[in-house]
């Protein structure tokens, strides 16, 4: 819910206010721009099967969240610091829109998993998952609006928030809250 229900709202409306406000950016190119910035979102099952297939000390989804949270962070951290050009300000956004898109997979997996194991309570994770997406998410959505204007935070400020929600998905990953038990085998 903090991940992507604040960090989608918030990411994607610095995004455009940057783009168009800040740098000064035509609608037509920041449409091209966009489609670049948002190729983590059109790739996402991608994410599910490199995980599945690829696991990194015997975890599937773990270190995969931990690093999504990393560059997510840093990311956001350079786009406020910097005032980066159209440019470079397109790879940290493509970085931070990965920093919420695959996360994203990964606890749909962890959740579907989870259903398996406790069928009885898929209906509670579902709601569990898609009611803090949206209790976030509809904050997130009236306060952007406002703080985005130049007198408040402005754009550049915004992103400092996504370095809270990057570490929101960082934080708990690191810690294991997936509860995910390495598949490694033994030499």
Known sequence: GLNQGIGEAVLFTAQRYYY???LNTSGRRYTQIGGFINIPW????MYGMISDSTPIYGLRRTPYCVG???IGTISALLLWLTGAGRNMAAVFLLFANLSIASPDVMIDATTAEKAKT???LTADLQALCWGSLYFFGSFAQLASGY???PKV??????????MLTSC???IPSSLGWLG??????PY
């Open 168 to 170: 929101a998905c960082l």
């Open 118 to 120: 406790q069928p009885r």
């Open 42 to 45: 059109q790739i996402k099952a």
């Open 180 to 185: 995910e038990k390495s598949q490694a085998k």
């Open 153 to 162: 935070l402005g754009p550049r400020h915004l992103f400092a928030g996504i």
């Open 20 to 22: 168009l406000d800040v």
């Open 68 to 70: 999504a949270g990393f």
């Open 147 to 149: 703080l985005v204007k």
